[in-house]
């Protein structure tokens, strides 16, 4: 399937397509994954119509409340498997897809995505983001080689999880532009347009977020087929970066802290779309800066001390600081000659880093977006207090090696980043 583009069915057709789709390639043996929920909503009706078309499925039901993709559960779906060549069926949202495609990929078997909730990009993209020892990682294995998404499961599934794709949706806005920004300021990869694609997908969704939030056909297809999209812009681009910006960054370092503290879970969509509107007002405080203003305060700018990031990198991770240090030494040991070119840089860009600024929308207009799709819109609503926002604004940023807003917002106003102090955010209060 190396370089094919997977067979792709999002409607009402869905499932008569997964069948025809096996008997076409002539699929008789299955390892189905599924959580309760998903089996009894889609996995048993899918087992019995293999079963009644003489192929061989082994189910396997992870029956914990809350899954996590972590050694246990991989373990888990792995001792249920008996080595045998077979399509492993994914059926859930993005905990199963991510489960299915590693073990999958580590089996030497294909697999199939059938997803049931519109909740996540993750289904066609070939990342496995899961948590090791306490770190949010991502770990490449491959991408399904086909989905059938079925519209009626789609929109019957819960509206907190439909919420949540929206809110991975808009996350695109942030990512994009934040993509853009390494490209232009730290010679990141790049491709104009991959990056195109990913923000008419959220465009299209903000377009249909009314329909969106009320569950209908149309909006919930519309939903569901730029999510797809947005995975297969990682897989052709060969990284989640035209997909995750520093609102996945946020959203990583709260599930981790809320797991790290033993507090129930937040549905992964759901922080990036607040985050991501935090993430905007750093871009609406950049656009605030003339090019006049950007030259004063890069004029008393001075290159972080080590010493301070890694101080500030061990108070915010604890005993995970180690591992996070050696992803930053791009940054770290960053010469203060290089830095020094580096603002220049930013001064000659300074139009170039407008434009990019002025793709993403106002907080406001993101706020209003994620409320009609019907998600929290605040940090207070996610379940998140003071303390979570600081972790995420203040160090968030440690822990991916990549060039953001946040990084440029850093280098504007050191020690800082440009975040308001404690209390004085508007979005944290409602
Ligand atoms: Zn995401």
Redesign the pocket.
Known sequence: MVGKRPEVVVGPEALPSLYRFCTRNRLQRFFLVADRNTYAVLGKTVEMELRGRDSEVISVVLQDEEIITDALTILRVLLAYSPVQCTFLAVGSGTITDVTRFVSYETGNPFISLPTAPS???YSSANV?MIVDGIKKSRTAHAPAAIFADSVILCSAPRPMIAAGFG?ML?KYTSVADWRLGHLLWDEPYDESIARRSLNGVRSCADAAQAIGRATPSGIVSLMEALIESGFCMTDFGSSLP??GTE?HY?HCWEMKLLREGRPSIF??AK?GVAAILVAELYERLRQLSRGDALDLLKVSRPPLRDDEVRKIRAAFGPMADEIISTQSAFLDLRSDDFERLKQHVIEKWPDIQAIAAEVPPAERMTELLAMAGGPASVGELGLNEEDLALATRSAHFLRGHFTVRRLMEILYPGTGGEPALGTRRSSSS
């Open positions: 996540v990009d993750g983001p991975d996350g997909a995750s996945h959203s992964h969509g990036v």
